[in-house]
């Protein structure tokens, strides 16, 4: 397995595990609701979110540092540009889920009614960093990876297209909760969040099993 191959196997494999936060949707229920501080029961859906949500963002900059190598050969900027976004991401993610640590924290505690307020503020920070980082910067590395891929001919030119194409939509979308034109958990905002994640899955998928096509960047390496 050359270098180039083993480049494409391990970005591959890191988009797929950004995948594996899509439980998190059920997991953090409770600990969104109103009244999760006061009430009783298991604290162990929380913490395996929390172990998803660590492994989404690790996942996520391994994406970057997996690809600049190759990318960077078409674009050094957009490519640094990826791996900052990447990054950003992430710590974002952390912000999230530092959040909803500190519900729970203040629900072992015993902070009882007089917490209600404080989790629900946490629980508020939480939606806002997901907002700004899961719901908007895919975008970005859409259009950043997906104008690197498109001239380098590294994949596929319909992989990139859909990679804009969904951050065309996820924009729009975004701009729509934003000013409250249409839900953030309506079938409109779901739809349009749609392509984007069909485009990193695609793009997860191809680089895992097929690697990078033939491209001029990719010439005389190895």
Known sequence: MNSLRKHSLAAGVFYLLTFVSIPTLALYSRVRGPDFVTSAGPDGPVLLGVLLEMVVALAGIGT????????KRQGEARAVGFVASRVLEAATIYVGIVSLMSIVTLRQAGGGAGALATAQGLAAQY???FFFAQSFIPA??????????YQSRLVPRWLPVLGFIGAVLLVASWFGIL??????????AAITALPIAVWELSLGLYLTLRGFKPS???????
């Open 216 to 222: 001029s960047i990719t010439v005389g390496g190895d």
């Open 179 to 188: 000013f409250n034109f249409v839900g953030a958990m309506s079938p409109a």
């Open 127 to 129: 939606r806002w960093s």
């Open 140 to 149: 970005i590395n859409g259009v950043l990876l997906g104008s690197l891929l």
């Open 64 to 71: 970057a540092v997996a690809l600049y190598p190759v990318v």
